[in-house]
């Protein structure tokens, strides 16, 4: 076969302190073709994208691209030799318009007076060109989540790029947004693009993709093509010889007639520009009982889950078995505490409670045994309590927000996206502990835009759809037809 | 920009300064007497009080041929710190520049009896002696403002002239009475408006309050005020221009500040204060206790050059001459309250 | 905590290398011999008993309003109010000690210190109250302070309590006093150098303590990391960033004791001039850490007495420019290493 690979990466290794992120990947990306690297969390699949888009430098090994070595020593120099990366979180101006943030850095015309003519008709353009459907007049505060990432994949075309690196690009869409954004992606396949695309969903790795390659602890262990693998294998080699822990939520038994964990009567939230974010939200979840609730985001999730935890004001009644454990949708932000080590992040919400605190001292010993509990209980890698919570992977992130909550052994726990961004391995675990600790009696208010995920766990699926409650249907009775329906706000129940 | 500037400078002119030649290993006797001096806080390129303190010991290292060297202290603790550095040092007198070192100097002249101190505008508390071995450089500012009093009064058209004082305090009140008395003195018709800026330090660098009363007297009818209450006198300045009347600058020469409507500048001449008190170390009569300067000793007078020359008329200067005279003969006793 | 004082240390001890490299280069730049500047350098600052006196208390300031910065930076605001801080904690002081004459050392003293950190956290009180219930930010308010309690002292002390001719007030009485180090040891005789030092020391232990081995302490810092994940674990962040601005304010009101109660015996206006700002650049060179604090105030109480005790030699500025070279030095550093771990 004639060498066409647009890019071939070979032998690279990269060494942090800690550990060796890249440890001889080999990456061979055909032109014109749609290329998956997948792996768990930590497998080193960022890194290996870092390093061809020039923000970070090998320390060993080599980039070709079509055929010439290149070194970048910095993003610049990968934009000029054609590489573009939509990165997972966007990185517009909101308060500037669609074509303004596309030329943003590269405008049109002289340094002082550039030609804003040009530059609308250069996005509308390529906008036209590759099918990419979003109004350059537009301001990007007003747009979607889906509208956002095509602005950024618009960016990336303008600056010329013929080969896209897309981060998780699904993370954050809607299930006809992420058919949208394949539309696009297969279109630029056709016109002749390269597409590198990150992710950890095998089944939008298998709708999308011509090959995959499979990353795990730092080291290529498989490239395949699509057509000749299957989901089963691509995860058996993301995860090694780890089992996957097969978790089935046993059905609830609502005769037993349980206690109410958690119950909401009439709840509003307000929300901005005298918009409720919330609207009269009625609900009960029982001890022992997960429910579910689904939706596209940003219809009332996030302020569902707060007013539950006690941290956003409400109207209406709330009432709660006892205090609300908390794993919240970004773990970053509202979760961990990045630059302290693992043992503060355990403690963090905990720190009163008297097993491990009195008024005028913390109980050292108490903490560092309950870290250590919490480690082995949740296999955190590496098994270091001193390590600063930043220096983890996403999915080692997680177990330690996870297992600080459910330490708790709460009667409440709202779960927000618990397995967002996260490996197999760890998703696996933390939906175990999840259902190990509706088994305690914990009422779960579980939170995902994952239908799958919902599906496996939930004893009953709500749905929210601009802050209202479409229906709630028990598992046995859910499908995707109605859930797709309710979501996308066509009929309520 | 100015201050760079004039740090810039300094740092010029203390690099070449330092290439003096050394004095090493000279005798005792023959070797230059080497004399201390430590500024305020913040005190030095001040263009007034602690700068003309320089200059008079930039004349004595060049016609007395001593030795210098300088602190500037960074912080109030740092007075005594200074002062003490020169003392354990082989520098037989010292001189601390403001009525701030007092305390300081005390202190340190009581653990170092043999060192001779001067300390500048010294404040001496009632029935409280000046240590035997510091030298309290105090200034008769009332007879220099009451030249001033002289010239203002017959140089006013509307016999009526103005003072603005700046803290309303004794020191200030001194500069006030002297120029009241040499008004009366002059012109008994004439009417002196008096107004102070404040009570608080804060008096003495307030510009728009000291427009703002300087405009309300000449509403009243004053063409000439004198002021004497710091960078205040700045706005008193503006309002001269502003209106086209005479104001009278203090401490130093205030001509550049104005130019045109400066009548004359009551001047404090610290230098003078430095300089004598570092010749009277070299001819060993050197003695403690209060060193008052008045006309008599120079150290106090007025601006008469040929900036404003003009401005002031020949009668005006030839009475205040004449009290200068009288003054100096012991003859005219001027009020400092 | 031996571990602790090693690493901080080790930092310290490069500041003060890379400090003293800018310092010879320029002292070398103007003309001067840095053989002779070095000489006088330790003679006069480190083996002179008294130039280390005056070091010492220098320091004793620095790790006041060093602490005051460090624990408000640590905790995700940033006080730059210390300076108006000190002069509200000294002022209150002053005024307490005046109005009790007849009270015994033991108690007047105690009762002093309590009253000067009072003063300090009640100056903080109302931008603690901003910043909590407005969100009004830190930075403006404080400096704010600043400057109403210099004006304010100022006013208060003209205007009521100060001696004729002078900007001070009347000495306190003899039993507030704390005693000089000169009273113990000879060879310090003449310094300002007191038991305040004792007492600052004592509260970077205790600062130390809090933050790292209390549950209170542990969420103030909780929510200097992470504000969201601090209330999302129930932690009541506006009432911790108020306290954390008053706790901050007390530690700086504290400083006035070193030059009040340790040197002068009495409140002198503009006393406390860039305390508070050298503060900021103490907290900075010790990122933030209580031991770290005490090494570096005693970098830049030595680059200050190293200042006057060679002003002789070399102009002032060199001193001012190196204390802000140390500054930068310290931030670039830290930054790589940040970037690195």
Not at chain 1, 215 to 242: F, I, N, P, Q, W
Request: glycine fraction near 10%; hydrophobic fraction near 45%.
């Amino acid at each position: 076969m004639p060498s066409t690979a647009a890019i071939a990466l070979r032998g690279i290794v990269k060494r942090y302190p800690r550990v060796i992120a890249n440890d001889g990947v080999d990456l061979v990306v055909d032109k014109g073709t749609i290329h998956a690297v997948i792996g768990e969390n930590g497998a080193g699949k960022s890194t290996l994208m870092k390093i061809l888009y020039g923000m970070v430098r090998p320390d060993e090994g080599s980039i070709e691209l079509a055929g010439r070595p290149v070194r970048f020593a910095s993003p610049r120099e990968a934009i000029a030799a054609g590489i573009g990366m939509v990165h997972q979180h966007f990185m517009l101006v909101r308060p500037l318009t669609v074509y303004e943030n596309v030329v943003l850095g590269q405008e049109p015309g002289r340094a002082l007076r550039w030609d804003r003519r040009q530059a609308r008709s250069e996005v509308s353009r390529l906008s036209k060109e590759y099918g990419i459907a979003v109004d350059p007049e537009a301001r990007v505060a007003e747009l979607s989540v889906g509208e956002e990432q095509r602005v950024e994949i618009l960016k990336v075309l303008y600056r010329g790029a013929r080969t896209l690196i897309l981060d998780e690009p699904t993370a954050v869409l809607t299930p006809g947004e992420c058919e949208e954004l394949f539309a696009t992606l297969r279109r630029l396949k056709q016109a002749g693009s390269t597409i590198l695309f990150i992710s950890h969903k095998l089944k939008e790795v298998m709708a999308l993709c011509d090959r995959v390659t499979v990353m795990r602890r730092g080291k290529t262990v498989g490239e395949k093509a699509c057509a000749e693998t299957s989901r089963e294998e691509l995860a058996r080699l993301m995860v090694g010889d780890m089992e996957i822990a097969e978790s089935k939520s046993s059905d609830f038994r609502y005769e037993a007639a349980p206690e109410t964990a958690l119950e909401l009567e009439s709840v509003c939230v307000a929300g901005p520009h005298g918009r409720r974010a919330l609207s009269e939200i009625s609900l009960s979840v029982a001890a022992g009982e997960i429910l579910g609730v689904a939706g596209v985001e940003g219809n009332g999730q996030r302020e569902l889950a707060q007013a539950v935890c006690g941290l956003l004001p409400y109207y209406g009644r709330i009432r709660r078995a006892g205090r609300a454990a908390y794993i919240p949708e970004d773990r970053h932000r509202c979760g961990l505490l990045l630059c302290a080590p693992a043992w503060e992040n355990m403690l963090l919400g905990r720190h009163r409670e008297r097993e491990f605190s009195s008024p005028l001292s913390l109980d050292q010993a108490a903490i560092r045994r309950y870290g250590r509990a919490l480690v082995s209980d949740f296999d955190l890698r590496p098994p270091d309590l001193e390590q600063r919570a930043a220096a983890f992977s996403g999915g080692n992130q997680q177990k330690i927000v996870v297992g600080r909550e459910l330490s708790k052994s709460p009667r409440v726990l709202v779960a927000a996206h618990p397995t967002r961004g996260v490996d197999i391995g760890a998703a696996a675990l933390i939906h175990d502990r999840i259902l190990r600790a509706k088994a305690a009696g914990c009422g779960v208010l579980l939170i995902s835009a994952d239908l799958d995920e919902l599906l496996a766990l939930c004893d009953r699926i709500a749905v929210l759809y601009s802050g209202r409650l479409m229906g709630v249907l028990p598992r046995g009775q859910a499908n995707l037809e109605t859930l797709g329906r309710w979501m996308a706000g066509l009929e309520q129940a | 920009m100015k201050r760079s500037l004039s740090v810039a400078l300094l740092l010029i002119f203390s690099m070449t300064a330092c290439r003096r030649p050394q004095p090493q290993a000279a005798q005792a006797a023959s070797a230059p007497l080497k004399v201390g001096l430590v500024f305020d806080v913040g005190g030095r390129g001040d263009k007034s009080f602690n700068d003309s303190a320089f200059r008079g010991l930039q004349r004595a290292a060049k016609e007395l041929g001593i030795k210098y060297d300088y602190i500037e202290p960074a912080e109030p603790a740092d007075r005594e710190n200074a002062l003490r550095q020169f003392a354990s040092g082989d520098y037989p007198l010292i001189i601390a520049v403001g009525f701030i070192f007092t305390d300081d100097v005390n202190r340190v002249a009581e653990a170092f009896p043999k060192k001779h101190f001067a300390c500048v505008d010294y404040a001496l508390e009632p029935g409280q002696a000046v240590p035997p071995n510091v030298v309290a450089l105090k200034f008769r500012e009332q007879e220099s403002s009451f030249l001033g009093g002289v010239i203002a009064a017959l140089t006013s058209k509307t016999k009526t002239i103005g003072f603005v004082g700046g803290m309303d305090v004794p020191l200030i009140h001194k500069f006030e009475a002297g120029y009241r008395a040499g008004a009366a003195w002059a012109d008994a018709k004439v009417k002196v408006l008096v107004s102070y800026a404040g009570v608080t330090p804060q008096a003495f660098k307030d510009p728009a309050k000291g427009e703002e009363i300087a405009l309300s007297q000449i509403a009243q009818g004053a063409d000439i005020i004198y002021h004497a209450s710091g960078s205040t006198g700045l706005g008193v300045f503006e309002a001269a221009r502003e209106k086209h009347i005479l104001a009278m600058g203090v401490d130093s020469d205030q001509y550049k500040d104005a130019p045109g409507f400066v009548l004359t500048s009551i001047t404090k001449n610290v230098d003078e204060a430095v300089f004598q008190v570092i010749q009277r170390q070299l001819e060993g009569k050197f003695k403690g206790g209060v060193i008052e300067l008045g006309l008599k000793e120079k150290g106090v007078g007025y601006v008469y050059d040929e900036h404003n020359k003009a401005l002031i008329p020949a009668r005006a200067r030839e009475q205040a001459e004449r009290a200068r005279a009288l003054i100096v003969a012991d003859k005219l006793q001027v009020p400092f309250k | 905590m031996r571990a602790l004082i090693k690493s901080e240390g080790r930092w310290i001890t490069a500041a003060a290398a890379l400090s003293l490299a800018v310092l010879l280069l320029g002292v070398v730049g103007l003309g001067r011999n840095p053989a002779l500047v070095l000489r006088l350098m330790v003679s006069r600052v480190l083996l002179s008993p008294y130039g280390l006196g005056q070091t010492l208390y220098k320091t004793t300031t620095l790790i006041f309003t060093g602490l005051a910065c460090a624990l408000a930076f640590r905790c995700g605001l940033f006080n730059i109010g210390a300076e108006g801080q000190v002069y509200a904690g000294g002022f209150l002081m002053t005024a307490v000690g005046l109005a009790l004459p007849g009270l015994p050392a033991v108690l007047l003293i105690p009762l002093l210190l309590v009253v000067s950190a009072l003063g300090g956290g009640l100056w903080a009180l109302l931008p603690g109250y901003l910043k909590a219930k407005r969100g009004a930010h830190e930075v403006i308010t404080t400096m704010m302070m600043n400057f109403i309690a210099l004006a304010l002292t100022n006013y208060l002390v003209m205007a009521r309590f100060h001696v004729p001719e002078t900007i001070h007030t009347q000495e306190l009485p003899a039993a507030a006093s704390l005693p000089l180090a000169g009273a113990f040891a000879r060879t310090f005789q003449g310094s300002a150098v007191n038991a305040s030092l004792l007492v600052a020391l004592a509260l970077a232990a205790a600062v130390w303590y809090f933050l790292w081995r209390t549950p209170l302490g542990f969420e103030l810092r909780a929510v200097g990391a992470n504000p969201e994940a601090a209330r999302s674990s129930g932690v009541p962040v506006e009432s911790r960033l108020f306290l954390i601005l008053v706790a901050s304010g007390a530690l700086a009101g504290l400083a006035g004791v070193n030059f009040i109660l340790g040197y002068k015996h009495y409140f002198e206006q503009g006393f406390a001039a860039e305390e508070g700002f050298l503060g900021i650049a103490v907290a900075l060179v010790a990122k933030n850490h209580p031991v770290g604090v005490v090494f570096a105030a005693l970098l830049f109480a030595l680059l200050s007495q190293a200042g006057l005790a060679l002003n002789t030699v070399i102009p002032r500025e060199l001193f001012e420019i190196l204390q802000s070279a140390v500054i930068f030095i310290v931030v670039i550093c830290q930054n790589r290493l940040g970037e690195k771990a």
